[in-house]
């Protein structure tokens, strides 16, 4: 049995996943912005600790770290999964919506990593599990500032890995595609507050999009015992790749890639001091 801490647990991908450990004996420090909503979700359970929480604030955030350590006497996997999309052109996107899509993919997840860190450090071992997209490898029109925050949160979690792994903690990226959540409803996506002329394709990808849930290739209870599984593996890649449409945009963005950097070389390496 391990104690593991999740956010954004009120719905979807990590409801899933608090359900799944909670079956099968672990204890689980469950994170969400409504404790409402997740009580009704889910059966009390004396290893079940909701926690209502703003991850962008940073003493509550380390106040919830220490409320878990004090009832469950460990920590061994944080679970960083609070996000939500949004679909517009960059242009469209306003300071405001820039901000608060960072403070949950970016600022919330520092303020998790700088309270778990030391516990971790202390005790020489834990799994730390960033949920990122495919959306944080490769990029799509309309989809700019989600693109943003996953790219940042893949570096992030890079050079935290690196930075980490003397202590015994090791790191891991997971990388779902499309998947049959809430994702993609209103709850989940938000939409530029004032639109531009001159991006049809988008409002209508944005309408393609809006119409999808109930039809994504990704199953959300395979997708959590996957992640189950990467906690439970010492050999598992930093990048963890969930669904067959992410791997196959994974490999094309591969491809891509190499074609771009050898187009390049030859400026490239004139720019060498001789």
């Known amino acids: 049995m391990s104690t593991w801490f999740v956010t954004g647990a009120s719905r979807g991908l990590g409801l899933e996943l608090v359900k799944q450990l909670l079956e099968q004996g672990h204890n689980v420090a469950a994170t969400t912005r409504s404790a409402t909503r997740l009580g009704e979700a889910l059966d009390e359970s004396p290893r079940l600790l909701t926690l209502e ?5 940073e003493a509550a955030v380390a106040k919830a770290v220490s409320v878990t350590t004090d009832r469950f006497g460990s920590l061994d996997v944080v679970v960083n999964n609070a996000g939500y999309g949004f679909l517009g052109a960059v242009e469209e996107t306003s300071d405001a919506e820039v ?3 960072f403070d949950v993919q970016i600022f919330g997840v520092w303020n998790v990593l700088r309270a778990v860190l030391p516990v971790l450090r202390a005790q020489h071992s834990g799994r730390i599990i960033n949920i990122s997209s495919i959306l944080g490898l490769t990029a799509f029109p309309g ?3 989600y693109v943003a925050g996953k790219y940042a949160l893949e570096g992030l979690t890079e050079s935290l890995a690196a930075e980490v792994a003397g202590f015994g903690i090791r790191v891991n990226l997971v990388e779902p595609g499309y998947m049959r959540t809430d994702f993609l409803r209103p709850v989940s996506l938000g939409l530029p507050s ?3 002329e001159g991006y049809g394709a988008i409002r209508e990808m944005t309408e393609q999009h809006l119409a999808m849930p109930g039809t994504q290739l990704g199953d959300p209870v395979k997708a959590a ?5 990467v906690a439970a593996r010492g ?3 930093l990048h963890q790749l969930l669904g ?4 196959g945009l994974a490999s094309a963005k591969l491809d ?3 074609a771009d950097v050898e187009a390049g070389k030859a400026l490239a390496v004139t720019t060498d001091i001789a």
């Open 53 to 57: 929480l703003d991850l962008t604030d």
């Open 99 to 101: 901000r608060t899509m």
């Open 143 to 145: 989809w700019g500032l």
């Open 194 to 196: 004032e639109t531009s």
């Open 225 to 229: 015992t996957a992640i189950i599984e």
């Open 235 to 237: 050999d598992g890649p």
């Open 244 to 247: 067959s449409d992410s791997y």
């Open 256 to 258: 891509a890639l190499r």
